[in-house]
């Protein structure tokens, strides 16, 4: 029997249905060059707490993630792997996120379903969180298997395009990656929501544009954002409604091309690059800030407005010049960090500011000034003159 879809996009990339993942999977059809799935970890108690700057709280998922005997577990996992084995292409890929608590059960289950692991890759968080135990190191690291079947032996593999993205070098198995941020849950939460940059390097490492991607468990459907910001379809299950309104709600969202673009471009940043704060000024004014270490911009108007772009936190260096000529590169003293200072600071430096009541100010270490083979254009009309923040590698790369 076929099921309707709870939700399908205007072009069709990106389609949820609604329901019990195991009867869903029975009644949908399809061809899938890839399958990516975020199952239960089974880590929920019921009464497990964590240490919270000093306060106990509750932490439990819900009845589909309490812990489970390892029988128990290999039952749940080929349940759900089965049927997707079959909607999945000869040469297809899955991949499975877990912890020690399933990540073995899930590869049980799939040896036994006749797939072999091409790598496991370790996702390192550097922002976890604190660790139920005070008898344990502290968790830091998830776990994602990439499989296919024993017999494939051309799936896809976009070496080249893991490289452009990776500073020209191949990527390791170790991502180092931050948990979803602030920007990623403008629509809403889900409590086990994955970053974008961690199913952006999966889909671009495995699938081409114009491939579909099923997830069996799509929550807010990251998989499908992330799917369509690359240029994917998109199939997605869950049974709450909630989830499966605020997956249309992220979908809707990117459906402007304003935020499309933006979202990309968050998407596709590597969270290791680091930046450099470019700033022009004028001959006389440049030479005192490296006679002094100090460069200062202007903030904010009349109304004291103040924008700091994203990256800004990776910034550790700073290019002085004039109009674009006479680059001047040094490092940051302390990075991602500003001071805000009055001109009558400034004044005491030796400097004469004259278009804000405040600036940000930037100490770098003008004892040593720092080479570099390469100067990308920075000519562009007005913007020329105004500070912006580059990627470092935009004047070493060829």
Request: glycine share 6%; hydrophobic share 35%; with cysteine.
């Amino acid at each position: 029997m076929m099921i309707e879809p709870y939700y399908s996009s205007q072009n069709c990339d990106f389609t949820l249905y609604q329901g019990d993942s195991f009867e869903v999977l029975h009644n949908i059809k399809g061809s899938f060059d890839m399958v990516f799935a975020d199952p239960p970890y089974f880590l929920s108690t019921g009464n497990g707490k964590v240490n919270v700057n000093g306060q106990y709280i509750k932490f439990d998922k819900g009845q589909w993630d309490r812990v489970r005997s390892r029988d128990e577990k290999d039952t749940f996992n080929r349940k759900w792997l089965e049927p997707c084995t079959k909607l999945l292409k000869p040469n297809g890929t899955i991949w499975i996120c877990g912890t020690y608590h399933n990540i073995f059960s899930v590869e049980k289950c799939l040896d036994e379903l006749g797939f072999k692991i091409i790598n496991m890759v370790v996702w390192q968080k550097p922002d976890p969180p604190v660790t139920l135990s005070d008898k344990r190191f502290n968790f830091c690291a998830e776990y994602l298997i990439w499989t296919t079947r024993r017999s494939s032996k051309d799936y896809t593999f976009n070496q080249d395009a893991l490289k452009a993205v990776n500073g020209g070098v191949y990527m390791q198995d170790v991502w180092k990656l931050s948990a979803a941020s602030a920007w990623e849950k403008l629509q809403g939460k889900h409590p086990t929501q994955k970053p974008l940059r961690l199913l952006y390097r999966a889909i671009l490492a495995s699938t081409n544009k114009g491939d579909i991607i099923l997830d069996p468990f799509t929550g807010s459907s990251t998989t499908g954002i992330a799917a369509n910001l690359l240029g994917r379809n998109f199939v997605g299950i869950d049974s709450s409604n909630e989830f499966l309104n605020l997956s249309i709600k992220r979908r809707e969202y990117i459906g402007e091309e304003l935020h499309f673009l933006e979202m990309k471009q968050r998407m596709e940043e590597d969270p290791e690059q680091v930046m450099v704060l470019v700033n022009h000024a004028r001959p006389e004014l440049k030479a005192k800030m490296l006679e002094t270490g100090i460069c200062y911009v202007r903030i904010g108007d009349s109304k004291g407005s103040v924008l700091v772009t994203y990256g800004f936190e990776r910034m550790q260096y700073v290019l002085l010049h004039t109009n674009g000529e006479d680059c001047h590169l040094f490092r940051l003293k302390s990075k991602g960090t500003f001071k805000i200072w009055s001109k009558e600071t400034l004044e005491v430096f030796g400097f004469h500011p004259k278009h804000s009541p405040y600036y940000a100010v930037f100490h770098f270490d003008n004892t040593f000034e720092i080479s570099f083979p390469k100067t990308p254009n920075l000519k562009n009309k007005i913007n020329t003159y105004r500070a912006r923040i580059r990627p470092l590698e935009d004047f070493f790369n060829d």
